[in-house]
């Protein structure tokens, strides 16, 4: 028998996938399926980016990149950082990884051992705890309330504060709820963590360009006071349709940046060096696509939120950003699996459980918008023949 490290039997997964290899298993048996479960862009790469890949393999970059990226595309990423955020980030601190879970995991790893303790949103993605439990760490969760638009109380964060407390993650805009933190409630978190000056921060920003009704998105890279242990997390996946292209980056601290790239270098050693080219046309290339693919969303958004909030037992608050919506489905009678998987095999509808994202996700089910208004509107029309069907047969 192999007998395997039992730090294997804490790592968690990513509930999206089981539920897209079911939709898929039975769409190949003949039924109609929509599926609302999968958290990426239904739109294709644009045109311009994927010319610059194939003009980057056309080139002959076959080779070994720098670990840390190639130097034009950290000094893009550098420049496009500024023109958001109006921060200046040298590119000696910008680590390429292929996708976005590498910075987590990084991040998760360098301060997480038996002993330490890492805060974390929940419902948040679940990457987040599996890989705190990897680690050795305690998970310590961070409420998002509905009522505050799935935020989080500052107050409450900082009282969760103690010596063994090593690393906080903040997500915003959110998966799975779409909720973006206020302003006004990172500054009290900022103010506070001045006191505690050995906690570091990791902020998921990855949603951070898809935001809706004026929305804006305070990145943690504008707090001067905790610039010295801010990781910042984001990418090319969500805001250019680029998942398949696994790119992302992180933005670290001086003092942790040379045992990052360390890691990168046992680990991946570089990144593709043809996606890195067209991540460069990303960033320095037209925003149009960005934009007309955030109007999609945004109108979308308004579709899925009044349809939720019109079935009976659901209600439903506007996310802010992201493309999820984060419906309560307590008034259903369902508990939170129960709803996904009937719903699925019943309905032809995936969703995600909002206990895939942890244990305060119960009551709550995950809606993906990355789907086309007439695969939503359906979806919307066999919920409620499903709700309905559910209320005449326990009626009889």
Known sequence: MLQIADRMNTLGTETAFEVLARANALAAQGRSIINLGIGQPDFPTPAHIVEAGRKALADGHHGYTPANGIPQLREAVAKDLHRRHKVEVSPAQILVVPGGKVTMFFAILMFGEPGAEIMYPNPGFPIYESVIRFSGATPVPMPLYESKGFSFSADEVLDKITPRTRLIIINSPANPTGGVVPKSE???????????????????????????????????????????????????????????????????????????????????????????????????????????????FAERRKMIIAALNALPGISCVNPGGAFYAFPNISGTGFDTRAFQTELLEKAGVATIAGTSFGALGEGYVRFSYANSLDAIGEAIDRIRAFLGNRVKSDAA
């Not at 951070?208 to 004026?214: A, Q, S, V």
């Not at 360390?262 to 925003?287: D, K, T, W």
């Open 186 to 296: 990172l500054d009290r978190l900022v103010a506070g963590l001045e006191k505690h000056p050995h906690v570091a921060v990791m902020s998921d920003e990855i949603y951070g360009e898809i935001l809706y009704d004026g929305a804006e998105h305070t990145s943690l890279l504008t707090y001067p006071s905790i610039a010295d242990r801010v990781i910042l997390l984001d990418g090319w996946s969500k805001t250019y349709a680029m998942t398949g292209w696994r790119m992302g980056y992180g933005v670290w601290p001086k003092q942790l940046f040379e045992a990052a790239e360390r890691l990168a270098i046992n680990c991946h050693s570089c990144v593709n060096a043809a996606a890195q080219f067209a991540g460069i046309a990303a960033l320095e290339g037209p925003r149009e696509p960005v934009r007309r693919m955030v109007e999609a």
